[in-house]
Structure formats: C-alpha cells, structure tokens
C-alpha cells in the first residue's frame, strides 16, 4: 500500500506484549484497502500471470503467458444542470509475456473498449468516459522488455505503473499505462524505484482516439521513491519533477512543479480479531515555468477492522492556501486519503484554504461486500471572496463467487452546496460492472 501510519508509545506496548496473536492478525489484515479510491480501483483489478522461465532460447514463445480480462460497464449520469448521458461498453485487455531467458523477457498487451450501441446514449446523450466520444476506444497499452536479475528489474517500453503520483487508476473499463524507463531494485520489505515518464494514456487521459497518448510534460516526468515494509510499517518518501507541457492536447495542461512525497503507516493487530490502522501524509509542490501548482497538503486517516470483515474508516486531508496557486495529485487518481470516486480536493485548492474529511465502513459476507463513503470537501474563500462546499457519496456492491468473475455496483452522487454553477450542478452516477479474467 502507498499509506502511512503513525503509532503512540501505548500502541506499540500492546504489539510488544501480545506479539503472537500480532504476527497472526497483522499477517490477515495488512493488506486491506485504506481510502475509498483504493476500494474501489480494487474491484476488478486485472492480475498478471507469473512469468516462466524457458531453458532454451527457442522456447521463450512456446513457454509464454496469456492473460487478460473481459469487462462489461454500464455507466449512467443523472445531471441536474446539463444533459443526461449514459453508455454501455464491453471491452478489457489481452497480455502475451514471453517466458524469461537469461533474466530477459518482452510483453505486449491490447486494451479496448466499445460502446454497446442500443444500451448508450446517442450525440450529447452518450457517456464518453467508457470508450471515447467516438464509441470506440483500442490501443497497445503495454509493450516492454524487461531484465531481471535477483532485487533488480530494468523495463524499458508501455508498461503498467502504481506510484502515489502515477497509478493505473482502474475505475472504468480502460486502466492508465505509461511510457517509461524504469529501474526497480527489491530486497527484504526494502524497495528502491525511479525512472522517467514520458506519455500516458487511459481514461484520465480523455481517451482521445485520434491522439490517445499525451504527454507527461516536454521533457517528461523523472521520479524516484524509496518505500520500507513490514508486518507492521509502511513508509515511503517519492520524489517527483514535473516539466513543462505547452501541447494543447495535453491531457492535464502545464503542471510543471516538483513535488515531494511521505507517507508513513502502522498496522497495529490488537487481538486475532481486531485491528487499527493509522496513517498520515504529506505532500509539498513548488511551482515550475509558471504552471500554477504549488501547494502544501498533509492526511491523516485511521481504519479499525473487526473479524476480518467490518471496517470502519476517517480520513482527512488539509490543503494550505497558495495565492492563485492550486495543487496537482498526478496523472491518475491521486494518493490522498480523502480521494472519493470523483471528488479529489484539487478541484477547489487554487487560492483557497481547503480541508476534506471522508467517513465510512466496508463489509464482507462470504462473497459479497458492501461499502458506503462520505466525503465534505469544504473551500474556504479564495481572494475574490468566492467558496466552495462539495459533498459526494459512494455506495459501493461486490460480488465475487470466485477469483476470476466479478460483479460489482457503485452509485455516486455528488452535491454542490455552495454554487450550483462552478461544478456542474449536482448529478448521480450509477455503474454496473461484469468482469471475467482468464
């Protein structure tokens, strides 16, 4: 996880003085999701097959992988101040990996995504977020060669990425992938990551068919990160320099800054039933070539789980004001805590004093899960005296009868409180999802 936590000295008394049952419990829960965007990025999340390793070079094709994923997502939108658009696609992805030869191995991976013609709305009324205005949306989103040897991977090519400032952001049918040069070194909860990005593409990217990979600024994004884990710890620090983007396709405009990012996170186990995370972060942009990002924001949030199936969760994000200046939570969906299914906090920071509290509970039985979010996002006036007070909800269904079938629901509805005007108005969204990995 890309979270933090942060204990107090009674905490770690407890850990120390029940160690067993701490091992035990840490172990099952360690790897729930914290934020409401994590929950539901998670939902169908296509997982990569392992790579095998052929002795002989002739073999790397015989002894490769196909995975993949089968979607079909209905998404609807309620608008009370613009037309109602709705669409149903069907799509997914197909990845063939080459087994691995001497620590080198390739892949290459087609994403697609088309609308289903009696179920989508026509002109103004088709929702374009799922594949494209033109209701067709194909691309090879992964190509890469990779080198591996022990800790160390070099990958070189379109490739799958998940930094707090660079992610995949799987809510909608198509997921977010880079191109990139890589370097990756692992060992023993130590993990050691930099590169560059140069473009990207995928639904944060408008799914543009005539220009679908835009750029992550003239001369890219260098990053670099360095995260240490355990049972119990998660924390890292990233790095990131943002150039300077003048490309009117750009998918994000100039964003040029440099951002620096911590996190830290405490999975405390208090008996083989209960458990308590705690997690704070902080983020700091410094403007670059006049883009207008520069800002200060600092998280905290706290998950308390019960018998592995019922959690309860807070969160809360600060935003300080920067005259005229606003915030950038990267090509994605962003790493705050407070980060909703829609609602992010950049959507109100320039110029303002901004804090986001989100509250809410998740819930397994068997095989089903539920979960429901509050999120009340509140701008303080900017230097024209303007406010803003968004509220959003997330109410959230998941089957999963087993690994490979998922069939999940989710319904957002999102409230302007302060000026119907600025944000669209309120509107509701409601989307089904039928997923089939192989």
């Given amino acids: 996880m890309k979270k933090i936590v942060l204990s107090v000295s009674l905490a770690v008394l407890m850990l120390n003085s029940n160690a067993n049952a701490a091992d035990e419990a840490s172990q099952k829960v360690k790897d729930r999701e914290h934020s409401v965007r994590d929950v539901i990025d998670e939902v169908a999340k296509p997982k990569d097959k392992e790579v095998t390793t052929a002795e002989e070079l002739k073999n790397i094709f015989k002894d490769g992988t196909v995975s993949g994923q089968v979607r079909m997502l209905y998404s609807g939108y309620d608008n009370s101040g613009a037309e109602n658009q709705h669409a149903t696609a069907i799509g997914g992805q197909l990845k063939f990996e080459l087994a691995e030869f001497n620590g080198f191995n390739a892949a290459v991976e087609f994403t697609t995504s088309h609308d289903i013609g009696f179920a989508t709305g026509d002109d103004a009324k088709q929702n374009s977020e799922i594949s494209s205005e033109e209701g067709s949306y194909t691309e090879l989103s992964q190509a890469y060669i990779n080198y591996k040897n022990g800790g160390l991977n070099l990958r070189v090519g379109r490739q799958l990425i998940d930094t707090p400032l660079a992610d995949s952001d799987d809510i909608r ?111 700091n942009q410094s403007e670059s070539d006049n883009s207008g990002i520069e800002s200060s924001i600092y998280g905290a949030m706290a998950e308390f789980v019960m018998f592995e199936d019922f959690a309860v969760s807070a969160a809360y994000n600060k935003s300080k004001k920067q005259a005229l200046k606003g915030s950038f939570s990267g090509f994605g969906g962003g790493t705050l805590y407070t980060n909703m299914d829609s609602m992010i906090i950049d959507a109100i920071t320039v110029d303002r004093d901004v804090q986001a509290v989100v509250a809410g509970f998740t819930y397994t039985y068997n095989d089903f899960g539920f979960m429901y979010a509050y999120g009340d996002f509140d ?60």
């Fill in 173 to 283: 049918v198509i997921l977010n992938t880079f191109e990139a040069y890589t370097v990756t070194y692992e060992n023993e909860g130590l993990m050691l990551m930099g590169g560059l990005l140069t473009r990207w593409q995928g639904t944060d990217t408008g799914l543009s068919s005539t220009n679908p990979w835009s750029d992550t600024g003239e001369d890219g994004t260098y990053f670099g990160g360095v995260s240490y884990s355990t049972d119990f710890i998660d924390t890292s620090v990233w790095y990131y320099d943002i150039s300077k983007d003048d490309n009117p396709n750009s998918a994000t405009g100039n964003v040029a800054n440099t951002s620096l990012y911590a996190d830290i996170s405490l999975h405390m186990a208090l008996s083989n039933d209960y458990a308590l995370h705690t997690s704070a972060q902080y983020i």
């Fill in 379 to 438: 701008g303080k006036a900017d230097s024209l005296g303007a406010k803003e007070h968004i509220v959003e909800q997330n109410i959230g269904f998941e089957y999963t009868p087993n690994e490979n079938l998922t069939i999940a629901a989710i319904y957002v509805k999102n409230e302007d409180k302060e000026n119907s005007q600025s944000n669209g108005g309120d509107w509701e969204n409601i989307r089904a999802l039928i997923s089939y990995s192989f």
